[in-house]
C-alpha cells in the first residue's frame, strides 16, 4: 500500500511537472516578441531591439496564437494602446511618453532585451564618470534633481540656479557668452554625486528615458520637454551640413556643425547647451519631422518649407528645412514654465505696489491697454496675470495665430472663447465672428502683423468694451506710428493723419516690459493722450516709470483718464481707487525724497 502511494505521489508530480512545461512553453509562444536570444553589446543595438520588439507587438498574428477568447481580447487592446501611446508619445504627449519609458523600464526590469546588472555599463557608463559624456551627466543630473525636489519640474531651473550657469562666462576666445559647457556640467557631476551611489533601478530608468528619446523622442534635447523652459531651439547655430563643403579646413576644424545646436530660454536669457547636441544631421532631421505633428496644418516639405503648429500642452512650435532656412531647425515655445501667478510674483521690485495697482484700475476703467517689450521680456506671463481684473461680468473673446495662451484653463470660471486662423478661415473671417460672440473684451496674442494691428482698432472701435495686446516697440511713440503704418499698409486708412488720430485716441496705455541679466520689470506705464487739433502731434505722459531699483508714481493720469475710471468704478471701488491713489503718491514722495 505503502508503494502504492509513493508510485502515485511520483505520478501526480510528474503530471505538475508536464503542466508546468506546456504553459512555460505556452507563455514563451505567446511572449516570444519579448525574448533576446543575445545580450546587445551597444546602446545603438538596444534601441534597435527595442524598436523590434514593439514592431514585433503590432505585427503578431493573433489568429496564429492558441489563445482563449478571453486572452485574445486582452492582447488586442494592448496592442491598440500601445500603437496609440507611440504614436502621441512621439508627438510629446507626457502621458503616454511616461506609459512607453515604464513599458521599456518594465521589459529590461524583467530580464527582456538582454539588459541586466553586469552588462548595464555598456550602454551608459554609470560606473566611470570619465567614459560619461556631457549628455550623460546631464540626464544623471536632472534624475537627481527631479527626486532631490519630489518630482519637481522646476528642476532644470533649481539646477541653473543653484549654479549660476545663467550667468555670462568667459570662453577661451575671450568671448562673454551665456553657454553651459561641458567643464560646467563636470563640475556640478562631481559635487552633486559625491558620495551618492545609483541603484540598478535608477540606472535602468536613465537607460529606458534615453531609449525613448533616441528612437520615439525628441532625440537629446527629449528631457527639456519634461520640465519647465521658456523655450527649447535645435539646429540655429553652428554651421549647416549643406554649407561645409564651401569651408576651409581651419574653419571645419574650429567649428561645429548645426546639429549638435541645442538651445534654451530661461528667464528670458538665451543659452547655448554646448555640453551635447543632436550627434548627427540624420537625427537632427528625424526630431525636425516628428516634433511638429501634432496639431499641424499641413506637412513639411522642400515646397512647405516651415510649419507653425502646437504641441499636446499647447507649446508653440515652429519647424523649417533646406531650401527655406540653411539648415533643419525647430524652436518651441513652452507656456507651461511660469503658470498664470499673481502679478505681484512677477513683478517684485521693490514698491511694485505702484505699476500692479495703477494697472489694476486702467483694466477695471475698460482702457485699451497694449504690453510692449522685446521677446523674452515676459509680455504674455504679465497679460494672462492681469486678466484677473477684468470685471467678472465681461466676457472674454481671445484671437491668436495658435492656441497659447490657454485662458481658458487658467481662468475656468471665466466666460472666454477663443479663436484662430486656419487653412479654411482667414483671421479676418475669424474676427468678424468674433463680433457675434457676445464679447465685451478682445485679447489678441502677438500683433505681428499689419492686418492682426488693424484688427485692434477694429475690435477696439465697435466690438468690445476694451482691447489688450502684446506688441515688440520700444517706446509710445513707436507703438502708435506702428500701428499707423499698418493701417497705411492696408489701405483702410489712407491719410496718414486720420490713421495716426485713430491710433491714439483708441490705444490708451503702454505697459513697457524689460529684461536685464535675466531680471524681469515694468520699465515705465505710459498713458497716450490724442492731440486735440487736427495734424497736431499725439502726446504720451510716463505715469509709473522704473528707476533705481524702484517704482514711482510719476505723474498723475489725465483728467480724461481719470475721469473714465470714475466712470467705470462702483462706489466701494471709488474709495478704494483714491485710498491706493494716495498710497502711490506717499510712496514716490519718499523715494523722490530719499533720491
Not at 455 to 474: C, D, G, L, P, Y
Request: proline share 2%; with cysteine; aromatic share 10%.
Amino acid at each position: 500500500m505503502q508503494d502504492n502511494m509513493i508510485i502515485i505521489v511520483l505520478l501526480i508530480g510528474i503530471l505538475l511537472l508536464l503542466g508546468i512545461c506546456v504553459v512555460f512553453v505556452r507563455m514563451r509562444s505567446k511572449n516570444k516578441w519579448y525574448e533576446p536570444d543575445y545580450e546587445p553589446d551597444t546602446i545603438e543595438k538596444l534601441q534597435d531591439d527595442v524598436l523590434k520588439m514593439f514592431n514585433n507587438i503590432l505585427r503578431e498574428n493573433l489568429n496564429e496564437m492558441k489563445l482563449s477568447a478571453d486572452e485574445k481580447n486582452i492582447r488586442i487592446k494592448e496592442k491598440s494602446e500601445i500603437r496609440k501611446a507611440l504614436r502621441e508619445a512621439g508627438m510629446g504627449d507626457m502621458a503616454y511618453k511616461s506609459y512607453i519609458i515604464r513599458f521599456i523600464y518594465d521589459k529590461m526590469r524583467f530580464g527582456y532585451l538582454g539588459v541586466n546588472k553586469r552588462n548595464i555599463y555598456r550602454f551608459i557608463h554609470f560606473d566611470n564618470s570619465d567614459l560619461l559624456t556631457g549628455r550623460d551627466k546631464w540626464e544623471i543630473l536632472i534624475y537627481i534633481y527631479h527626486y532631490k525636489y519630489g518630482n519637481d519640474k522646476d528642476s532644470i531651473q533649481r539646477l541653473i540656479l543653484d549654479y549660476e550657469l545663467h550667468q555670462k562666462r568667459r570662453l577661451n576666445n575671450g568671448v562673454w557668452a551665456h553657454v553651459i559647457t561641458k567643464e560646467d556640467i563636470d563640475g556640478i557631476y562631481s559635487n552633486e554625486l559625491n558620495g551618492v551611489k545609483l541603484g540598478y533601478e535608477d540606472m535602468l530608468y536613465i537607460l529606458a528615458k534615453r531609449i525613448f528619446a533616441d528612437t520615439k523622442g525628441f532625440g537629446a534635447a527629449d528631457l527639456l520637454f519634461d520640465y519647465s523652459i521658456d523655450e527649447i531651439e535645435g539646429g540655429v547655430s553652428g554651421v549647416p551640413v549643406d554649407l561645409s563643403d564651401n569651408m576651409t579646413r581651419r574653419q571645419k576644424e574650429v567649428s561645429d556643425y548645426s546639429y549638435n545646436s541645442i538651445w534654451i530660454m530661461f528667464s528670458g536669457i538665451n543659452i547655448r547647451l554646448e555640453f551635447m547636441g543632436f550627434e548627427s544631421q540624420k537625427e537632427l532631421i528625424r526630431v525636425c519631422r516628428n516634433i511638429y505633428k501634432y496639431n499641424a496644418p499641413y506637412a513639411l516639405s522642400r515646397q512647405n518649407g516651415y510649419v507653425v503648429s502646437t504641441m499636446k500642452d499647447g507649446s508653440r512650435v515652429v519647424v523649417a528645412r533646406p531650401p527655406f532656412s540653411d539648415s533643419w531647425t525647430f524652436l518651441v515655445r513652452k507656456f507651461d514654465s511660469v503658470m498664470t501667478r499673481a502679478p505681484e510674483e512677477l513683478i517684485k521690485d521693490e514698491n511694485n505696489y505702484i505699476p500692479i495697482n495703477i494697472m489694476k484700475w486702467f483694466i477695471k476703467a475698460c482702457l485699451t491697454i497694449g504690453i510692449t517689450g522685446q521677446q523674452g521680456t515676459g509680455k504674455t506671463t504679465f497679460l494672462k496675470a492681469l486678466i484677473r481684473y477684468i470685471p467678472e461680468n465681461l466676457n472674454l473673446r481671445i484671437q491668436e495665430m495658435t492656441f497659447e495662451m490657454a485662458l481658458r484653463a487658467e481662468y475656468p470660471e471665466r466666460n472666454i472663447l477663443t479663436f484662430q486662423e486656419t487653412g479654411e478661415i482667414s483671421a479676418q473671417e475669424g474676427l468678424d465672428f468674433q463680433k457675434k460672440t457676445n464679447g465685451a473684451v478682445n485679447i489678441l496674442g502677438e500683433i505681428s502683423t499689419s492686418e492682426a494691428a488693424t484688427f485692434v482698432i477694429q475690435t477696439s472701435m465697435v466690438a468690445s468694451r476694451m482691447s489688450m495686446f502684446t506688441h515688440h516697440a520700444n517706446t509710445a511713440k513707436s507703438l502708435v506710428r506702428s500701428f499707423r503704418n499698418s493701417l497705411l499698409e492696408t489701405g483702410k486708412y489712407p491719410d496718414a493723419i486720420l490713421a495716426e488720430e485713430m491710433v491714439s485716441e483708441t490705444i490708451n496705455i503702454d505697459c513697457h516690459l524689460e529684461i536685464k541679466d535675466g531680471h524681469r520689470y515694468i520699465e515705465r506705464i505710459t498713458e497716450i493722450i490724442p492731440a486735440k487739433n487736427r495734424g497736431e502731434d499725439f502726446m504720451t505722459r510716463d505715469i509709473v516709470v522704473f528707476r533705481n531699483g524702484t517704482y514711482i508714481l510719476l505723474n498723475m493720469p489725465s483728467p480724461n483718464t481719470l475721469d473714465k475710471i470714475n466712470k467705470a468704478l462702483e462706489i466701494n471701488e471709488l474709495k478704494e481707487f483714491e485710498e491706493e491713489l494716495d498710497i502711490m503718491n506717499r510712496l514716490s514722495e519718499v523715494m523722490s525724497y530719499e533720491s
